[in-house]
């Protein structure tokens, strides 16, 4: 069954880059797109953006500006970069493996909490 | 601001059935298929439902989902103390070219 686990800081200072790695275990990229979401305090879930095996992306386009997504198959892992952070980007942030590009979710990460404070 | 509407809270008694209901329009519910999860505290999300009405192995046959027009519905009978959690809806919507979540809905038993 397929693993993911997730890794990254869990601080980040206001206007400088999140970055967080979601590593697959147990599970190949085909056929499916590799995403991440975020869940605010206030319980809120958010997709930021997603890729598939071939390296399309898509991305909210509330955060397309500032987001990207990658990934290296040969290490089975994918990525999360979110350029100039503000205290709105803290939050519990997910790698998810979902179905088809209008698919569901399944499974998801442990989370990892990310703060932006000074 | 969530683009699916979910109530923030229902209950019901252990043994009872209970319904959450999730609303949202063409673009999204409307169009495409609709998902629902489960949030324990501290946890991840885990799938129930998919494509409306489809179990994943593991998600006992109590548990179902519906769909008519924008909004869809999730429903629980035989509660147990252990359902208490919160719940997601999520469903593609084709106009943002994302999947959007409601706000969540907090059971409790």
């Known amino acids: 069954q397929v693993q993911l686990q997730q890794r990254g800081a869990g601080l980040v200072k206001p206007s400088e880059t999140l970055s967080l790695t979601c590593a697959v275990s147990r599970g190949s990229f085909t056929g499916f797109y590799w995403s991440w979401i975020r869940q605010f305090p206030g319980k809120g879930l958010e997709c930021i953006g997603e890729i598939n095996e071939s390296g399309g992306t898509n991305y909210n386009p509330s955060l397309q500006s500032r987001v990207t997504v990658s990934l290296d198959a040969s290490k089975n892992e994918f990525f999360l970069t979110l350029t100039s952070v503000t205290a709105a980007d803290t939050a519990v942030y997910y790698c998810?493996?979902?179905?088809?590009?209008?698919?569901?979710?399944?499974?998801w990460g442990q989370g990892t909490l990310v703060t932006v404070s000074s | 601001q969530s683009v699916l509407t979910q109530p923030p809270s229902v209950s019901a008694a252990p043994g009872q059935k209970v319904t959450i209901s999730c609303s949202g329009s063409?673009?999204?519910?409307?169009?495409?298929?609709v998902s629902w999860y489960q949030q324990f505290p501290g946890g991840a999300p885990k799938v129930l439902i998919y494509d409306n009405v489809k179990r994943p192995s593991g998600t006992p046959d109590r548990i179902s989902g519906s769909k008519s027009g924008t909004s869809a519905t999730l429903g629980i009978t035989g509660l147990q103390t252990g359902d208490e959690a919160d719940y997601y809806c999520?469903?593609?919507?084709?106009?943002?070219?994302?999947?959007?979540f409601g706000g969540g809905t907090r059971l409790t038993v």
């Open positions: 998810a493996r979902k179905s088809a590009a209008d698919g569901w979710y399944d499974p």
């Open positions: 063409s673009s999204n519910i409307g169009g495409n298929y």
């Open positions: 999520g469903a593609w919507d084709s106009s943002l070219r994302v999947v959007v």
